[in-house]
């Protein structure tokens, strides 16, 4: 069956990075587009970034232009969301997600930016 | 840029009632390819949001068939015949498509037990 798991909670100061993985098991990675969504306390949710598997192509989301790297390794088949210059508004779960579609989730990353 | 909208915010429903969402777009959701890419996602508490419905009334694998969605080009609904008590949470609609690649969600309707 389809499963994606996500690393462990992360508390950051502001101005650091962090790099969130996801591994990917029970389908053909490279076949998939990964995509990364992330909710913030009590809000909706907010897409940030994607990548394409096969071939490494990435597309983000204007707001996160410049401060979003997503990365993938075909030998573990995990993908990776980096977000750099972290301010307390980046204070969210972060899942990442299956396809355009959006069929399969992670469980989420909560990430924690305080000084 | 589109905007996903949905009414009501929230929604109380006695258990065994019906439920409907609404979600209207500022623009037609149809793609060139023919193809509407509106989808229902359920985010039960604590929980990672769940696909239910792709392109417009499409079940996902494994959901209820209480759950239906309907609607065409900027009017979409998302209706719940016979709410469960494990239906509670928030629903979104979504509009994505590849190509060209655009993610758009709705703000969320809350569904609860009155």
């Known amino acids: 069956q389809v499963q994606l798991v996500q690393s462990g909670a992360e508390v950051k100061k502001p101005g650091a990075s962090v790099k969130v993985s996801c591994k990917a098991s029970?389908?053909?990675?490279?076949?998939?587009?990964m995509y990364w969504v992330r909710q913030a306390p009590g809000q909706g949710l907010e897409w940030m970034g994607m990548?394409?598997?096969?071939?490494?192509?990435?597309n983000y989301a204007q707001k996160f232009q410049g401060r979003i790297t997503v990365t993938r390794d075909t030998s573990t088949n995990t993908v990776y969301m980096e977000l750099s210059s972290l301010r307390s508004e980046d204070t969210a779960i972060y899942y990442c997600?299956?396809?355009?579609?959006?069929?399969?989730w992670g469980q989420g990353t909560l990430v924690t930016v305080s000084s | 840029d589109i905007v996903m909208t949905q009414t009501p915010l929230s929604s109380p429903v006695t258990l065994g009632q019906s439920a409907s969402i609404s979600c209207r777009s500022s623009?037609?959701?149809?793609?060139?390819?023919?193809?509407?890419?509106l989808s229902w996602l359920q985010q039960r508490p604590g929980q990672p949001p769940r696909l239910l419905i792709y392109?417009?009334?499409n079940r996902f694998s494994g959901v209820p068939d209480r759950f239906s969605g309907s609607g065409a080009g900027t009017d979409f609904t998302l209706k719940i015949s016979g709410v469960e008590a494990e239906d509670v949470g928030v629903y979104y609609c979504?509009?994505?498509?590849?190509?060209?690649?655009?993610?758009?969600f709705g703000g969320g309707t809350k569904v609860e037990i009155k």
């Open positions: 990548i394409n598997p096969s071939g490494g192509s990435t």
């Open positions: 392109k417009i009334s």
């Open positions: 997600t299956r396809t355009t579609g959006m069929d399969y």
């Open positions: 029970g389908y053909s990675f490279t076949n998939y587009l």
């Open positions: 623009q037609s959701l149809v793609h060139n390819d023919g193809n509407t890419y």
């Open positions: 979504m509009q994505a498509t590849p190509f060209p690649h655009r993610i758009i």
